[in-house]
Structure formats: structure tokens, C-alpha cells
């Protein structure tokens, strides 16, 4: 019996929340930064004044926060409601066929390099208690963890308040300076030097090449703002 212990024992790892939290982080103020700056590079290129630059950034934050946010809230809600489906198919499994998912058990376990006298334990354990069996099932033959229930709300919540923080970078220039013009290479350096920063601490949290991707968020953001601006520019000339 002692053999089973690491597999039936709770498995949860520490590490997940947090990831998945950085991922959020990630998502809010990557788009935070870009988005904004490219708008208020576009608006600029018109010729707009800084109030109608900032008026028009605020605007964009504001939608851009609840619709990521919301878009978080589904994607969670959706991973939620998937893995409810899979528990009630797998339990329903389990009590109309339970010689056919022992036998699943024992294909599971064989997989570890275990034989029939060293499973054959863990199988008569596992079917005289049925919560035990069902989450067995749910992290072994389908790969799932149970969802924080709470994970929805906190994913939106993330998303949106990363997303409003990314925004105020590219878009405080405006607010201190009247010449739209001026204001604008002030985004442009602070929103150039956020993104940098923040694709090195990106690349440091996701284990990629933290330089390489201080470079590549920061290239991203620029061509967003570059062609965002030229497009201005051009409507302007027609």
C-alpha cells in the first residue's frame, strides 16, 4: 500500500495559481501598453490636441479593461464549466461501468511501471471509496484539476486592473503636456522603456530569454504605435 501513497495522496501544485495569475498580468498590461500608446500615436498624428488624446485614451482604457476583463471571466468560467461536465460524465462512468474504469486503473498505474501485485491494492482501495476513485480519474486518465471556484472573478479582476495600469503609462504624458506633439515623444520614451522593462521581467516569470523578450514585447509595441500613426497621417494627406 505504501507504493500508492504518491498517487493518491492530494496532488496540488503551489505554483499553479500564482502562473496562472502571472498569465493575467501578463495579458492586462501587455495590451495595457500597446493598445493605448497606439491610439494616442494615431490620435497625435492627426493632429489632435492633448485633450482630445487623453478624452479619447481614457475612453479606450475604460472599454478595453471590462471587455479584457470579461474576456478573462468567460475563459475561466469556460474551464470551470468543462471540468464539471468531465465530473459528472466520469462519475456516471464509475457507477454504470465500474469494471470497465478499474480497468482503466489498472492501464493508469501499469503506465508507472507498476505490476498487478503492486496496483492490484491501489485498484481495491480506490473502488471501495468512490470520491477517492473519481478524483484518481480526474487527474490521471483526464489530466485535470479541480478550478478555484473563485478563479473567474479573479481573473477578471487581474486582467482589467493590469489592463487600466498598462493604459495610464503611454497616455500620462497628455495629461501634464498640452502640445499634443511633445507629448507624445514623453509616451513614446515612457512607454518604450515600461515595455522593455516588463518584457524582461515577462520573459524572467515565463522562464523565456528575459532580454529577448524585453526585445520582442518592445518591437510589438512600436509597430502597433508606428503603423497607427502613419495610418493618421495618411487620412489626414486624403
Same mark, same amino acid.
Given at each position: 500500500?505504501?507504493?500508492?501513497?504518491? /498517487?493518491?495522496?492530494?496532488?496540488?501544485?503551489?505554483?499553479?495559481?500564482?502562473?496562472?495569475?502571472?498569465?493575467?498580468?501578463?495579458?492586462?498590461?501587455?495590451?495595457?501598453? !500597446?493598445?493605448?500608446?497606439?491610439?494616442?500615436?494615431? /490620435?497625435?498624428?492627426?493632429?489632435?490636441?492633448?485633450?482630445?488624446?487623453?478624452?479619447?485614451?481614457?475612453?479606450?482604457? &475604460?472599454?478595453?479593461?471590462?471587455?479584457?476583463?470579461?474576456?478573462?471571466? /468567460?475563459?475561466?468560467?469556460?474551464?470551470?464549466?468543462?471540468?464539471?461536465?468531465?465530473?459528472?460524465?466520469?462519475?456516471?462512468?464509475?457507477? !454504470?461501468?465500474?469494471?470497465?474504469? &478499474?480497468?482503466?486503473?489498472?492501464?493508469?498505474?501499469?503506465?508507472?511501471?507498476?505490476?498487478?501485485?503492486?496496483?492490484?491494492?491501489?485498484? %481495491?482501495?480506490?473502488?471501495?471509496?468512490?470520491?477517492?476513485?473519481?478524483?484518481?480519474?480526474?487527474?490521471?486518465?483526464?489530466?485535470?484539476?479541480?478550478?478555484?471556484?473563485?478563479?473567474?472573478?479573479?481573473? &477578471? &479582476? !487581474?486582467?482589467?486592473?493590469?489592463?487600466?495600469?498598462?493604459?495610464? %503609462?503611454?497616455?500620462?504624458?497628455? =495629461?501634464?503636456?498640452?502640445?499634443?506633439?511633445?507629448?507624445?515623444?514623453?509616451? %513614446? =520614451?515612457?512607454?518604450?522603456?515600461?515595455?522593455?522593462?516588463?518584457?524582461?521581467?515577462?520573459?524572467?516569470?515565463?522562464?523565456?530569454?528575459?532580454?529577448?523578450?524585453?526585445?520582442?514585447?518592445?518591437?510589438?509595441?512600436?509597430?502597433?504605435?508606428? %503603423?497607427?500613426?502613419? /495610418?493618421?497621417?495618411?487620412?489626414?494627406?486624403?
Amino acid at each position: 500500500m505504501s507504493s500508492s501513497a504518491p /498517487l493518491l495522496e492530494e496532488h496540488k501544485e503551489k505554483h499553479f495559481t500564482a502562473g496562472e495569475v502571472v498569465r493575467d498580468i501578463i495579458i492586462g498590461v501587455s495590451d495595457g501598453l !500597446t493598445v493605448p500608446f497606439a491610439l494616442a500615436a494615431g /490620435l497625435s498624428g492627426a493632429s489632435a490636441s492633448s485633450s482630445i488624446v487623453l478624452t479619447a485614451g481614457i475612453a479606450e482604457v &475604460a472599454a478595453g479593461a471590462i471587455s479584457m476583463g470579461l474576456g478573462g471571466y /468567460l475563459a475561466a468560467k469556460s474551464e470551470s464549466d468543462h471540468y464539471m461536465r468531465e465530473l459528472k460524465r466520469e462519475e456516471d462512468e464509475i457507477n !454504470t461501468v465500474p469494471d470497465s474504469e &478499474a480497468a482503466e486503473i489498472e492501464e493508469i498505474l501499469s503506465e508507472f511501471s507498476l505490476g498487478p501485485q503492486e496496483y492490484g491494492p491501489i485498484v %481495491v482501495a480506490l473502488r471501495k471509496n468512490p470520491k477517492a476513485w473519481l478524483d484518481f480519474m480526474m487527474k490521471f486518465e483526464l489530466g485535470l484539476e479541480k478550478p478555484d471556484p473563485r478563479r473567474a472573478i479573479q481573473s &477578471a &479582476a !487581474t486582467i482589467a486592473t493590469a489592463y487600466i495600469i498598462g493604459g495610464i %503609462v503611454p497616455l500620462s504624458p497628455y =495629461v501634464f503636456e498640452p502640445n499634443a506633439s511633445k507629448a507624445l515623444i514623453m509616451s %513614446v =520614451v515612457a512607454t518604450l522603456t515600461s515595455l522593455l522593462f516588463f518584457g524582461y521581467v515577462k520573459g524572467k516569470l515565463t522562464g523565456d530569454r528575459p532580454f529577448m523578450s524585453a526585445i520582442q514585447t518592445t518591437l510589438i509595441g512600436a509597430i502597433a504605435s508606428a %503603423v497607427a500613426f502613419g /495610418l493618421a497621417k495618411s487620412v489626414q494627406f486624403l
